[in-house]
């Protein structure tokens, strides 16, 4: 099923968002969108037939133009296939930032995290269930974020806690070139608990 709803997003790809965050151009996007494939996420709804289908999420809390209208453009970008990896772009405008208007205020942490607890749930629907929720998750904000900056987002799955029903997923928020050493500079971090409805009875998902 993870397979079927990688395949759907990626035929969706991600729509022109007029009221995006990133500029023209923008270095990291161009890089993601030549080694990987581009997608917005989707829900699955109820079909007709008794069966459900993955419907693209044009809008939402951290999805689409509402997203950026209150400071958040997430982009998510995949590998094909069963690597346990996703990728994203991420960029906040002033709309997310602690105080509007308040020189040099960074953006909050409530939406560092949102981004957070949106980039590892898709990493875990695009790679092991396609309908995934959030039970535990923990954070760390190494740095200050700012607005109208770029930032890579990396999640990777990292441990089954129970066959098909609970997993871990690592996330990070990075700057999009590595230090002058080579190494990563991380902005903020996360470890999220998923858990797979479809293992409820009743939800009908798989």
Same mark, same amino acid.
């Given at each position: 099923?993870?397979?079927?709803? !990688?395949?759907?997003?990626?035929?969706?790809?991600?729509?022109?968002? !007029?009221?995006?965050?990133?500029?023209?151009?923008?270095?990291?996007?161009?890089?993601?969108?030549? !080694?990987?494939?581009?997608?917005?996420?989707?829900? &699955?709804?109820? +079909?007709?037939?008794?069966?459900?289908?993955?419907?693209?999420?044009?809008?939402?809390?951290?999805?689409?133009?509402?997203? *950026?209208?209150?400071?958040?453009?997430?982009?998510?970008?995949? !590998?094909?296939?069963?690597?346990?990896?996703?990728?994203?772009?991420?960029?906040?405008?002033?709309?997310?930032?602690?105080?509007?208007?308040?020189?040099? +205020?960074?953006?909050?942490?409530?939406?560092?995290?949102?981004?957070?607890?949106?980039?590892? &749930?898709? *990493?875990?629907?695009?790679?092991?269930?396609?309908?995934?929720? +959030?039970?535990?998750?923990?954070?760390?904000?190494?740095?200050?974020?700012?607005?109208?900056?770029?930032?890579?987002?990396?999640?990777?799955?990292?441990?089954?806690?129970?066959?098909?029903?609970?997993?871990?997923? +690592?996330?990070?928020?990075?700057?999009?070139?590595?230090?002058?050493?080579?190494?990563?500079?991380?902005?903020?971090?996360?470890?999220?608990?998923?858990?797979?409805?479809?293992?409820?009875?009743?939800?009908?998902?798989?």
């Amino acid at each position: 099923a993870a397979m079927r709803y !990688q395949r759907s997003v990626i035929a969706y790809g991600i729509p022109d968002l !007029q009221d995006g965050l990133f500029p023209p151009n923008d270095p990291l996007l161009r890089r993601l969108a030549s !080694q990987y494939k581009p997608y917005t996420k989707a829900l &699955a709804v109820p +079909t007709v037939d008794g069966g459900f289908a993955f419907q693209q999420v044009p809008s939402g809390w951290v999805s689409g133009s509402s997203a *950026c209208g209150h400071g958040i453009d997430l982009r998510f970008f995949v !590998q094909e296939g069963n690597e346990p990896k996703l990728l994203g772009a991420l960029r906040f405008s002033d709309g997310a930032v602690i105080g509007k208007g308040f020189p040099g +205020t960074s953006v909050h942490g409530g939406a560092v995290e949102t981004a957070l607890d949106e980039a590892t &749930a898709e *990493c875990c629907k695009c790679k092991l269930f396609p309908v995934a929720i +959030t039970v535990k998750i923990e954070f760390k904000i190494a740095r200050r974020v700012l607005p109208q900056t770029t930032y890579l987002v990396e999640c990777e799955l990292t441990k089954w806690l129970s066959a098909n029903l609970k997993c871990e997923v +690592t996330g990070r928020i990075l700057e999009p070139e590595p230090d002058a050493r080579g190494k990563d500079v991380l902005i903020a971090s996360c470890l999220a608990t998923m858990a797979n409805p479809a293992q409820i009875p009743g939800q009908g998902y798989d």
